[in-house]
């Protein structure tokens, strides 16, 4: 049995509105995200809605992700994808990574939960971080746009340090479309994952 066959550490977690399960998540999973999981969480409340073209790009680049090394989990209501995160475990082991760590570290990405302030983002958090310790890296790396408040508290409240601000990473061009993986006014944080 291979680390991502294992279960993951928190598979339930009770909410208002019924039981999240979570489980690793799989190519046609991202057929059936909804919008909230398809946007930036950077776009204004007002911002007009995002066009079809777009949206397939969005499942195009997500299924890319998950092709070339990206695992991600999501959180499941009622046959509803209400919660998803990705988990980079590679990039920063790369020689050429833009940024150097001084020791083995998993890229925690896009954590989002539509059920807010019960306890599934923090889910997630945890589990994202128990597939980076069984993958054997030993540090947590999660970007956050300066702006965006209730996600750092989070991450603060879960233990991760501001380390870099205002970074730019840019990640291989996707379809002749550039894509940051932070982009200021970004923070990075860190945590370490082993006492
Ligand atoms: C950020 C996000 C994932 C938080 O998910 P959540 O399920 O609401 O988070 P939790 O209920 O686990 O909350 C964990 C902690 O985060 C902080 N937090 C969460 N929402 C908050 C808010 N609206 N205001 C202030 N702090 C908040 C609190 O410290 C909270 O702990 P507490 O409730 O015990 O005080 C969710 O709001 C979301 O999906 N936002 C949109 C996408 C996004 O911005 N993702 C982050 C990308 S970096």
Known sequence: MNF????????????SKGIV????????????LSLAFLGSDSEPEDAPAPSEEFLDLTRRFFKHLINSGS???VGILDDEIVAMVYVDLLERQKPKS??????????????RSVIEREGVGQALLYNAEALIVRAGL???EIGVKATNERARKMYEKAG???ILNGHIELLPDF??????????????MFKSLVS
Not at 4 to 15: G, I, Q, R, S
Not at 24 to 32: C, P, Q, T, V
Not at 175 to 188: A, D, K, L, T
């Open 138 to 140: 030993v540090a947590a």
């Open 98 to 111: 833009r940024i150097k760590v001084d020791r083995p570290t998993g890229i925690i990405e896009r954590v």
């Open 71 to 73: 695992v991600a989990i």
């Open 21 to 32: 399960k979570f489980r690793l998540a799989e190519l046609s999973d991202i057929d059936r």
């Open 4 to 15: 991502l066959e294992t279960p993951l550490p928190v598979a339930e977690h009770k909410t």
């Open 175 to 188: 379809e002749g479309y550039s894509i940051f993986r932070y982009e200021p006014p970004s923070q990075v």
């Open 160 to 162: 991760y340090q501001v």
